[in-house]
């Protein structure tokens, strides 16, 4: 079954507790992408990656880091996480980043106290 | 600030009638066009798309409408039913390789 895992779905943490949300797709896709979720700002994109070793800046960058040493996965890393960083966070897949339909995985509710 | 718009955060419809959901957006560079659908506690997931060449791309009950001239589209059910409850997300491309989302509207189709 085509699809994209997350991990975990829900994570408690504090300030300062370094933390790493992981992200797995099995369709050979090369574009991937990290995207939250906050109420009355709708998706908004973290970081993406074209291939393997290849990631951009997307409109919310800071305080986030990904790497992509395999095209199947797309870790998002919060080196310090603080309290504004509490979010619904989207990692999703693609051929195509402009035309092809993105494939979404389930979500991973954070909170940061 | 946001390039893509969604006034209106929430509708409700009578089951059986049509629903449309608007977004606007403020890039004329945006070419592309996708409306997603997302369900509680699920990642979104695609419904329609329409190129900035076509003025109307249907599927089924799904229709979306492209007024470039107004940088407006509008996504249209119908009829509409219980199942289509969800929060809908329109998203659009362009130069970038990345997808601009608006801000959501919930939709509530009532039995």
């Known amino acids: 079954e085509a699809q994209v895992t997350q991990n975990p779905r829900y994570l408690i943490t504090v300030t300062g507790k370094k933390l790493t949300v992981t992200c797995s797709q099995n369709?050979?896709?090369?574009?991937m992408s990290w995207y939250r979720q906050d109420p009355g700002l709708g998706l908004r994109q973290i970081y993406y990656s074209m291939n393997v070793e290849v990631t951009d800046k997307g409109d919310v960058p800071e305080g986030y880091k990904v790497s992509r040493k395999e095209k199947r996965n797309f870790p998002l890393i919060l080196e310090s996480p603080s309290p504004n960083q509490t979010s619904l966070y989207f990692c999703a897949s693609s051929l195509d980043p402009r035309t092809d339909t993105q494939y979404f995985g389930p979500g991973t509710r954070l909170t940061v106290l | 600030d946001q390039q893509v718009k969604q006034n209106s955060p929430s509708l409700s419809v009578q089951e059986g009638r049509i629903s449309i959901l608007n977004c606007d957006y403020t890039n004329s560079m945006f070419d592309y066009f996708l409306w997603y659908k997302k369900y509680p506690a699920e990642g979104p997931t695609f419904l329609i798309s329409?190129?900035?060449?076509?003025d109307k791309n249907e599927d089924g009950r799904f229709t979306v409408f492209l007024n470039k001239s107004a940088k407006h589209l509008s996504l249209h059910i119908v009829p509409s039913q219980p199942g289509d409850s969800a929060v809908y997300f329109c998203a659009a491309s362009g130069w970038a390789n990345n997808l601009f989302f608006g801000t959501g509207t919930r939709l509530t189709v009532i039995p």
């Open positions: 329409i190129s900035s060449i076509k």
């Open positions: 369709m050979n896709h090369e574009y």
